[in-house]
T-cell receptor, first 111, second 113 residues
Framework: GENVEQHPSTLSVQEGDSAVIKCTYS??????FPWYKQELGKRPQLIID?????GEKKDQRIAVTLNKTAKHFSLHITETQPEDSAVYFC??????????FGTGTRLTIIP | EAGVTQSPTHLIKTRGQQVTLRCSPI?????VYWYQQALGLGLQFLLW???????NRGNFPPRFSGRQFPNYSSELNVNALELEDSALYLC????????????FGDGTRLSIL
């Protein structure tokens, strides 16, 4: 089936430390993996995405890694700041062109 | 460039009523997706429209339906509202193929009394 598992469900880190969120997907044919950030009461916003032809992508303090063999991908946030506090969702596409989302990770940055 | 716009922002209905939610995609985007996000939960896929056709639907009953117009805007209709339909309904649009990002609107908060 089309399944994306996301861990952990909640994560608290000290300001300045790094945060890592991990997702696994079920379909080896998936080839597109976006990450969204949703602040309280706001829309999900795309923060980074990766396609299956690369293993890593970085954008300033945010990076995503992809292991196609193991069917998992991870979001890395370095030098965390209070404004990084939000719910983060991973997603993977499946052959029928829809995204299936993970269950979300509530990230709290402790000042 | 305007983003995805949804209307109304909030809606209060009672059980058994019907509701129509509206979405205008980003200019040039032909695909529109609808999601349900219950309070504190993840995004559940509802419907996908592309070029005026329904391409896929999620695991929701038939009382959830919609359509896409020639200008690519879309409506989501929910009949016979139930208490558990209370949620944020998000619309997203996408340009091009499956490996392009979806961009979300601010959603419609639907409350069923």
């Amino acid at each position: 089936g089309e399944n994306v598992e996301q861990h952990p469900s909640t994560l608290s880190v000290q300001e300045g430390d790094s945060a890592v969120i991990k997702c696994t997907y079920s379909d080896s044919a998936s080839n597109y993996f976006p990450w969204y950030k949703q602040e309280l009461g706001k829309r999900p916003q795309l923060i980074i995405d990766i396609r299956s032809n690369v293993g890593e992508k970085k954008d300033q303090r945010i990076a995503v890694t992809l292991n196609k063999t193991a069917k998992h991908f991870s979001l890395h946030i370095t030098e965390t700041q209070p404004e990084d506090s939000a719910v983060y969702f991973c997603a993977a596409n499946f052959g029928n062109e829809k995204l299936t989302f993970g269950t979300g990770t509530r990230l709290t940055i402790i000042p | 460039e305007a983003g995805v716009t949804q209307s109304p922002t909030h809606l209060i209905k009672t059980r058994g009523q019907q509701v129509t939610l509206r979405c205008s995609p980003i200019s040039g985007h032909t695909s529109v997706y609808w999601y349900q996000q219950a309070l504190g939960l993840g995004l559940q896929f509802l419907l996908w429209y592309d070029e005026g056709e329904e391409r896929n639907r999620g695991n929701f009953p038939p009382r959830f339906s919609g359509r896409q117009f020639p200008n690519y805007s879309s409506e989501l209709n929910v009949n016979a509202l139930e208490l558990e339909d209370s949620a944020l309904y998000l619309c997203a649009s996408r340009e091009g193929g499956a490996r392009q990002p979806q961009h979300f609107g601010d959603g419609t908060r639907l409350s069923i009394l």
